[in-house]
């Protein structure tokens, strides 16, 4: 089985490579093309959402080393980390390091990254984590989108949304009985 084809469900943390993805995905990319904070605010989106339904760590990478006196800053969108690099690092640098850290300890975490940089997939993968190409991760994403809505569609109730489509059934009977009863 090629490390691409693995499901993303047997892993405990997700790195993406956020402008890498960003300009990988046709979407997101011509997103980007009119505003690239716009772009970056679609993918996190999604991978919060992603996130909600897999309950998996995502780590989501943005490069900052062209920013002038940058640091590192990280924020949280629900349980997404979002971390812009300080300057001079590259995300390649930032996940490398974090793969290192996650991998190194007495029960390692099993990690995944998404990225379409070939040279940062061989990188990674000999640190132990497993690649999914931006073409892989889009899939699952969409093939996970996909059961968010069957989902969704299966928990909705067939009847018209009423109080008693929605209760027990010993609950609807009393209710009914105490219906009746007070119509008379």
């Known amino acids: ?27 997101l990319s011509t997103l980007a093309d009119i505003s690239l904070e716009f772009a970056r ?32 800053k990280v924020l949280h969108h629900g349980n997404v980390a979002i971390v ?3 300057e001079f690092e590259t995300a390649d640098a930032y996940i490398e390091r974090t793969v290192q850290n996650l991998t190194d300890k007495a029960k390692p975490y099993r ?15 000999a640190k132990g984590a497993i690649r999914l190409s931006a073409a892989d991760f889009l899939a699952e994403i969409e093939t996970t989108e996909a059961e968010i809505r069957r989902k969704i569609a299966a928990a909705r109730p067939v009847k018209n949304n009423q109080l008693l489509d929605n209760l027990d059934p010993a609950m609807a009977r009393w209710l009914e009985a105490a219906r009746l009863k007070k119509e008379l």
């Open 1 to 27: 089985m090629k490390s691409s084809d693995a499901s993303i469900r047997n892993f405990d943390f997700l790195l993406v490579d956020g402008y890498n993805i960003i300009h990988d995905w046709e979407l």
């Open 41 to 72: 605010d679609a993918l996190i989106n999604m991978l919060a959402n992603y996130q909600g339904f897999k309950d998996i760590g995502i780590i989501i990478v943005f490069d900052a080393h062209k920013i002038r006196h940058g640091h590192e």
């Open 84 to 86: 812009y690099t300080q």
């Open 111 to 125: 990690i995944a990254v998404a990225t379409s940089d070939s040279l940062e997939q061989v990188v990674v993968m």
